[in-house]
């Protein structure tokens, strides 16, 4: 597969509501809202785009997958993505294999981690 570029796509209800969070949260840039779909762009080429998809159906259940968002000063960021709208899943966090990490989630209910380096 040379070449292939990798895209997200998180199913949502409202995708200009997520990509107010969502642009921020991860520094991307948001293209606009077209039809069903909002366009979050990465700083730099190369990186993923990530796609919000309106969807009729709620979500239900955990995330198949999630994003984990990595950060020198966990706390500074679980902070910071708490002020734009996430919700903190874990009073404490979570210790593993050396790395550290919050459960979060989105103004929608999706998870996501905050995550040691």
Same mark, same amino acid.
């Given at each position: 597969?040379?070449?292939?570029? +990798?895209?997200?796509?998180?199913?949502?209800?409202?995708? %200009? $509501?997520?990509? @107010?969070?969502?642009? /921020?949260?991860?520094?991307? $840039? =948001?293209?606009?809202? &077209?039809?069903?779909?909002?366009?979050?762009?990465?700083? @730099?080429?190369?990186?993923?785009? +990530?796609?919000?998809?309106?969807? #009729? #159906? /709620?979500?239900?259940?955990?995330?198949?997958? =999630?994003?984990?968002? =990595?950060?020198?000063?966990?706390?500074?960021?679980?902070?910071? +993505?708490?002020?734009?709208?996430?919700? $903190?899943?874990? %009073? @404490?966090?979570?210790?593993? &294999?050396?790395?550290?990490?919050? $459960?979060?989630?989105?103004? @929608?209910?999706?998870? &996501?981690?905050?995550?040691? /380096?």
């Amino acid at each position: 597969m040379s070449g292939a570029q +990798l895209g997200l796509v998180l199913d949502c209800a409202d995708p %200009e $509501r997520l990509a @107010e969070f969502w642009a /921020p949260a991860l520094g991307y $840039r =948001h293209a606009g809202t &077209f039809d069903a779909f909002g366009v979050l762009l990465p700083p @730099e080429d190369g990186g993923p785009k +990530l796609l919000l998809q309106r969807v #009729e #159906e /709620p979500k239900v259940g955990k995330n198949r997958m =999630h994003l984990d968002l =990595h950060a020198e000063d966990l706390s500074a960021e679980v902070a910071r +993505l708490v002020a734009l709208g996430a919700t $903190r899943l874990d %009073e @404490e966090p979570q210790n593993m &294999f050396g790395t550290t990490w919050f $459960r979060m989630s989105d103004p @929608e209910g999706n998870e &996501f981690c905050v995550c040691s /380096p």
